[in-house]
Nanobody
């Protein structure tokens, strides 16, 4: 399975982004998927996860009121919309897929290379 993130870039504080994670190589329809963020000052942190069916999602408290995670099984793609972006949202955003719905990261077998998000103040 290969995961490729896209949709990152430079955005002003208060703006919005929609990140995409496209899976190829095999279907990930039976896998849970998640988004993580890595910034220079922080360790990799969990942001949001969605179950294989898309029916269950879970968010980090810091983003749950301004983010939406979703997936389209037919397109083998997952999305993360983030609104009201803040400078502290700056970082590299990674998507992951695996058999377990996990917030720590160890449950995911496959990881993308990441997409940079920079939020200017």
């Amino acid at each position: 399975v290969q995961l490729v993130e896209s949709g990152g870039g430079l955005v002003q504080a208060g703006g919005s982004l929609r990140l995409s994670c496209a899976a190829s190589g095999r279907t990930v329809s039976s896998y849970a998927m998640a988004w993580f963020r890595q910034s220079p000052l922080n360790e990799r942190e969990f942001l949001a996860a969605v179950s294989w069916s898309g029916g269950t999602s879970f968010y980090k408290d810091a983003v749950k009121d301004r983010s939406t995670i979703s997936r389209e099984t037919k397109n083998n793609t997952m999305y993360l919309e983030i609104h009201s972006l803040k400078p502290e949202d700056t970082g590299v955003y990674f998507c992951a897929a695996g058999p377990y719905f996990d917030t720590g990261g160890s449950g995911y077998e496959y990881w993308g290379q990441g997409t940079q998000v920079t939020v200017s103040s």
